[in-house]
């Protein structure tokens, strides 16, 4: 087991800097680089594997270095590699824990992890985190080189996001390309084969990117928002009926809020027409200080439908930061089975029951609560009326007014 204080120290100071990286070194990726490298660490230790000062592998280390191994993208990508084993050796809290002779391996380590590094790792700990760094699957691979492309080319268009993310993955991870792998056994062996086949066939690959979608929209903030609604995703565009949250004609999360709050369900229709009212939507929401937004930044949509069913959830949505952007939110609210659940994972908390909720500490100390609400889709076998008093409880019991 990693100790205990120097996991509250990861996850507290270490982790959440990268909170404000780009999607392709987001916090998620990193978890998943620790989550690897831990289950290397393991295997390597039941074969007595030895780090190079002649000692047993040192957990404690392996957990360190896949923390820190990306910290330095804050000061660009060609070099984040050093960047961040020089940050690693500055870190005077790690001097706690670690000999001077340690801090210099896993500086090493993390300098080594680059794929594009033409030189070998100079220790067992390099080799790890470089083989845990490569996450071999199709669409966690193809993803992040499209959400890298959006960051850094944001002029360009979808073509040339496919052009630049394709071309990345083919000199990467295709026939010839710099990748190597640091374990002939690594699960990584048989993942490679299968990429590199994909890779090999441009439609499919166009086929392919044109199911991943990052959000279309900007979280919506009032300056006071009192309140967070998350539903999972919008549906395709061609179900719009205006650009803003739950725009489907279908979906009745405006027929229950002008029920609600002016008794009349077409209160946000408008007349004679099967659409939203945009103006009246925004304005209602900026006056009820009602933030929105959706517990996915980006997803790859299996049918082209509006279903959550059909959703497999790529990226997710930083929730933390978003709470940090709204000091008066005092309250999360899902709108959606799959929602309750990306949330709740996110947040590290249970699923409540419908109509129920959960409490959490957002950072700095802010007791926030997590509520669960029906589904405002018309799938979900409720009536609308009974939907509608759901709702009406926990907004009263957040102090709205009807």
């Not at 070194?25 to 990193?30: D, E, G, L, P, V």
């Not at 000091?327 to 959606?336: E, L, R």
């Amino acid at each position: 087991m990693v100790r205990e204080d120097i996991r509250r120290y990861v996850e507290g100071s270490i982790l959440p800097r990268y909170d404000s990286y780009d999607k392709a070194h987001s916090r998620t990726h990193i978890l998943s680089v620790i989550k690897q490298s831990m289950e290397l660490y393991t295997k390597l230790s039941s074969r007595g594997m030895q780090g190079p000062d002649g000692l047993p592998l040192s957990e404690d280390m392996v957990y360190v270095i896949a923390s820190y191994h990306d910290i330095g993208v804050c000061e660009g990508r060609e070099f984040h590699h050093i960047v961040s084993g020089r940050m690693l050796e500055e870190d005077s809290m790690l001097r706690e824990w670690f000999t001077p002779e340690q801090i210099r391996i896993m500086k090493e380590a993390v300098e080594d992890h680059r794929s594009s590094n033409k030189s070998w790792p100079r220790s067992i700990y390099g080799r790890i985190v470089s083989e845990a760094d490569k996450v071999i699957d199709f669409d966690t691979v193809f993803s992040r080189a499209i959400l890298y492309a959006i960051a850094n080319y944001p002029d360009y268009t979808d073509e040339e996001i496919f052009q630049k993310s394709y071309g990345h993955l083919q000199n990467k991870y295709g026939d010839g390309g710099y990748l190597r792998l640091q374990f002939s056994d690594s699960p990584n062996a048989l993942r490679l084969q299968d990429l590199r086949e994909k890779l090999r066939n441009p439609e499919l690959m166009r086929r392919e990117f044109s199911l991943f979608e990052t959000h279309p929209l900007e979280p919506f903030i009032p300056e006071r928002a009192r309140v967070l609604l998350l539903g999972s995703f919008p549906p395709p565009r061609a179900r719009w009926s205006m650009d803003f949250f739950y725009p489907n004609f279908q979906n009745d999360m405006w027929r229950i809020m002008g029920l609600l709050f002016y008794g009349d369900k077409a209160h946000f229709i408008v007349p004679e027409q099967k659409r939203f009212d945009y103006d009246r939507v925004v304005d209602f929401c900026r006056r009820e200080e009602i933030a929105l937004y959706d517990a996915a930044y980006m997803v790859k949509r299996l049918k082209g439908n509006a279903s959550d069913n059909f959703l497999k959830i790529i990226e997710p949505t930083d929730i933390t930061s978003l709470l940090g952007r709204i000091p008066s939110c005092t309250a999360i609210v899902s709108t959606g089975g799959k929602s309750a659940e990306q949330i709740a994972s996110i947040l590290g908390t249970d699923v409540p029951e419908v109509g129920g909720s959960v409490s959490f500490t957002a950072p700095g100390g802010r007791e926030v609560a997590f509520y669960r609400m029906p589904s405002s889709s018309r799938a979900y076998p409720l009536p609308l009326q009974a939907k509608a008093e759901i709702y009406s409880s926990f907004l009263k019991s957040v102090g709205f007014q009807f």
